[in-house]
């Protein structure tokens, strides 16, 4: 690959004095610069004093108009991405070694990694990016070059979130056909749509929190609910659950967690429903291991009040139902929801349901989910092992 010519960056200067390393700033801390620059551009930036910030991208049409990569000046941006790129790769193969338990994990995880606006995931075969930052965007053909040239014979496939696609001015890009590849992952296997359905196609970020589940079954009655493939009551039967229920509201879901069930030799049964009306419906204290793992609820922070209760509403069935001194497996993978925030709900639907719930583990994202912690907004993650007595 030819080697392009390095120019320097433009500058740009904040209104603000900038203490500690927080990776985004909105477009009201940014002076306007002298010289227009176009949506996407990296510049070098200093703060009022004329400290230096780093290097970031820039984009005047965003409410979040400046998102940083790096905190020194940067004069080669694609091949500070590339070094970028197969560090955050060594640590996923090298340093956790997860090539020896699973074949699909994340690869970038976003501010967390220094790619700011961009997750990607390796789901066997297929490369699945999501992009939520232009001048991301700008970069990534690098980068999928660099992973055909590492991986040989892999696919590639690019999703752009909605929202940020309007908020950043990116053109509008058709969603890719899906990839059909095989996953594996502790020992099973899964069919994976990579780059449809939700997500980038598969739950990695859950991929320990399975495993723990199937180190609690043996001999527990588990329902298993907002399944999607199925990964959660695959892992209940393998560890030797006396019976496991998973159910979803997705049928193309139901259908996906029966195939997987099917292609691992597992007996379980697979039902299409409601999780709030399957909870009503189900019998006191018929199942002694619950695990509850809906869909994002609050995307943004106006959705907080509304997506809290349903979180309530959800938790508060599971406790009153789950049998005495049994496990709830409780998730929300909203980022705008706050640990504290979770537990302050789990607090409140325990009480409501007149019954007392312990957290035996606090748990998230599996370590190829970084967490930054000058960017909390990384730990997105939050799962609770609780026992309700």
Partial sequence: ????????????????????????????????????????????????????????????????????????????????????????????????????????????????????????????????????SLGMLQQLEALGEWLLRKYPGSRLALLQDKDWAEREGMEKLPRPAAIHVPVREHGLTYAVQAGAGHKTGFFADQRDNRWAVRNLSRGRSVLDLCCNSGGFALNAVAGGAAKVVAADLDEAMVAQTQHNAAANRLQLTAVHGDAFDLLRDAQLGAHDLLILDPPKWVHHREELETGLQRYFDLNRLGFEKVARGGIVVTCSCSGSVSEEQFLRMLRDAAAAAGRDARVLMLRGAGADHPIALECMETRYLKVAFLQVR
Wanted: zero cysteines; a positive charge.
């Fill in 1 to 132: 690959m030819a080697r392009q010519p390095l120019t320097r960056l433009p500058d740009l200067r904040l209104k603000i004095r900038v203490h500690g390393r927080h990776p985004w700033f909105y477009r009201k801390m940014i002076q306007k610069p002298e010289q227009p620059l176009p949506a996407g551009t990296p510049a070098v930036v200093k703060d009022k004093d004329g400290k230096l910030v780093g290097t970031g991208f820039y984009n005047p049409r965003a409410e979040l108009a400046l998102r940083m990569f790096a905190d020194e000046p940067v004069a080669d941006v694609r091949g500070h991405f590339l070094a970028a790129l197969q560090a955050a790769v060594a640590l996923r193969e090298e340093a956790l070694q997860l090539p020896r338990h699973t074949d699909a994990y994340r690869l970038v995880h976003a501010e967390a990694d220094g790619f700011p606006g961009l997750v990607l995931d390796k789901l066997g075969a297929a490369f699945v990016a999501q992009v939520s």
